[in-house]
């Protein structure tokens, strides 16, 4: 077979003599990481200006420091800059590559410790990581290309990615351990769903959220994570074998629809109400939601109404009466944010969720699993803003060294490591009582340390967008290019430390269960 001409031009070898030749702008070679590129024409297009080309430290040399200190590495492997390479320096080696989709990445601190090598840790069996690895392949290449096209479109994730996790049943998994996964093969068989904890459920939170598309993260189905499992565990069987399997196959989509603008986390402050009809057979609702994820595309709404005996969850179906208008936030509409209204919408009392009254009991069950889920999140976020500080401080250079060689720089980068090790440790040792504990006793013993954990991860990843910015410094204000991902964080962290309980009333919520369990003879 003979090599395409495109083939064989890449394949050919240049000297660094010969290179240093086209040094004119109308005939002009860099050489990039041992690649020899032909810039002639591409520098008339090129978005950093002509005159970066035309000096003489560029003209025929090697580029390789300019061009990491200014681009990331994923530009040159777009196709229309991928197609300037003409070949290789002879006897040289590229040294820079991309980590190849479901790879681990080598950086110090990019992973867990249970996934560094030559680490250990007792919490993960052969079966975690099996499931670690494909799920991250599964992550590179489905999800990741998917959220970062629909962060750009601001459209909501995309049917087929969800009629593929449907297919692995990650929809289900994302629910954690339970009844709803019997019969269900999940990712291929790898695991029983028998054998599926809260260990595994970590390992799919924290590898799909790898992402760097926070808005997409919460438009891939979070609705469902949190207004799924007062159906799961709260409705009829008849109206739980109804929704639970439409939900599961990704056909179609629940939002958890409590807060208003009336009132946030104050139950007793909401005003949608549910007035019975006369005979007795339907609700009657009426009132507005707020900030309600994935609320312009669901189908299903888990909604928290006034009734005259308290507080009651119901069940509503999108209807004639309801009404979803997108909310503009600080992350992208990916994630459905939605204003609601419900006009005279008539339900069922069949769609009650629990005793009518006793809603309160409906949401508490909820909130350990959520925000657990949330700290899987906000803790493995932090870590890809390590990677990249590490990476970034490696290869930009300022005042003839590079960033890492200053004190300052590496002091914050201290700080952020010593965050999100701390943050994983902390909920590695939850999550293990979690799989050790019944349900009940999760609900008594870890309401308050998931609260605290919760406020710490918040905390700490604000701090550590805060510094990742200063380390990049304008490229972290910038949404494209080099910085694009610090800019993303920093804009959308503090969102982790609002939903799911604001930081300050979950710390206190922590004290508050700390204070009541104080012996009695408990004096200094
Ligand atoms: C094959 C070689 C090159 C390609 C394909 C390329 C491509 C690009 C692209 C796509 C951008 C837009 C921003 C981004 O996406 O990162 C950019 C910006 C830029 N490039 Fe290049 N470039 C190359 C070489 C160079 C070299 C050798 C220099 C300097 C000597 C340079 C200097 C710049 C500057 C100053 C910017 C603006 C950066 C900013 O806004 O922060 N480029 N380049």
Known sequence: MTA??????????FTREEVAKHNKADDLWIIV?????????????????????????????????????????????????????????????????ATAPGALSQVPY??????????????????????????????????????????????????AVFDKCAELNII?????????????????????PEEFDYFHELVLHQEMCRINARGYQDGFGSGSVIGLPPILNFASPALRDKIVPEVLSGKKFIALAISEAFAGSDVQGLRTTAKKTEDGKHWIINGTKKWITNG????????????????????????????????????????????????????????????????????????????????????????????????????????????????VIRAKIAEMIARAE???????????????????????KLAGPIALLKMYCTRTAQDTARDAMQIFGGRGVTKTGMGRFIEHYHRTVPYDAILGGAE????????RQAIRQMPKNARL
């Open 4 to 13: 395409s001409p495109s083939t064989a031009s890449k394949t050919r070898e």
């Open 296 to 407: 312009t595309f669901s189908d299903y709404f888990t909604v928290g109404c006034r009734t005259d005996n308290g507080f009651t969850v119901i069940l509503v179906e999108r209807c004639e009466g309801v009404e979803t208008k997108m909310i503009k936030t600080a992350y992208s509409s990916t994630a459905g944010t939605a204003y609601i209204t419900f006009e005279n919408v008539k339900v069922p009392v069949e769609n009650t969720l629990g005793k009518e009254g006793q809603g309160v009991y409906v949401m508490l069950s909820n909130f350990n699993h959520e925000r657990w889920v949330m700290c899987c999140a906000a803790s493995r976020n932090q870590r890809v803003i390590v990677e990249e500080c590490l990476k970034w401080s490696n290869q930009r250079k300022a005042f003839g060294k590079p960033l890492n060689s200053q004190a």
């Open 422 to 444: 701390s943050c994983q440790a902390w909920l590695e040792n939850i999550t293990f009582q979690m799989c050790n504990m019944t349900y009940k006793d999760q609900a008594n």
């Open 110 to 159: 990019a992973e867990p410790t249970w996934l560094t090598k030559g680490y250990f840790s007792p919490y993960y069996k052969e079966s975690h990581r099996e499931f670690q690895k494909a799920v991250r392949l599964f992550t590179d290449e489905v999800l990741y290309p998917d959220a970062q096209a629909r962060e750009e479109d601001g459209k909501r994730p995309s049917q």
């Open 33 to 97: 990481d041992s690649k020899v590129y032909d810039v002639t024409r591409f520098k008339d297009l090129h978005p950093g200006g002509i005159s970066v080309f035309l000096e003489d430290d560029i003209m025929g040399q090697d580029a390789t420091e300019a061009f990491y200190g200014l681009h990331r590495h994923e530009v040159l492997l777009k196709p229309q800059y991928a197609r300037l390479v003409i070949g290789t320096i002879a006897g040289e080696k590229s040294v820079v590559t």
């Open 504 to 511: 300050d009333v979950l710390g206190d919520l922590g004290v």
């Open 172 to 192: 289900a998994m994302r629910m954690g351990p339970g009844k709803h996964l019997k019969g269900r093969t999940l990712m291929n068989g790898l695991v029983k």
